[in-house]
């Protein structure tokens, strides 16, 4: 990560992406195992709690309506 990039907890991350409120077990589970397309966020653990940022939480929404839309419908 570059020198400006602000780490954030998890939910408050993702919120600002989507401009929604989160809940905080649902940005855990994003970030502690990959959802059925594969895709998870990545964190970081700084000073004994787990740490993202706005970049990263874009990524992973990207990633996860990349891999949505190319998975076959069943």
């Known amino acids: 990560m570059t020198a400006n990039s602000q780490y954030l907890p998890l939910h408050s991350a993702v919120e600002q992406v989507i401009n929604a409120p989160v809940n905080r077990v649902t940005a855990w589970r994003w970030a502690t195992r ?4 594969g895709v998870q966020l ?3 653990i700084i000073g004994g709690k787990r740490r993202t940022t706005v970049a990263a ?3 992973y929404i990207a ?3 990349a891999a949505a839309n190319a998975a076959p419908r069943s």
Do not use: G, K, M
Request: aromatic share 16%; charged share 30%.
């Open 63 to 65: 990633e996860s309506t």
């Open 34 to 37: 990959p959802n059925r397309y």
């Open 42 to 44: 990545q964190s970081w």
């Open 57 to 59: 939480a874009e990524r």
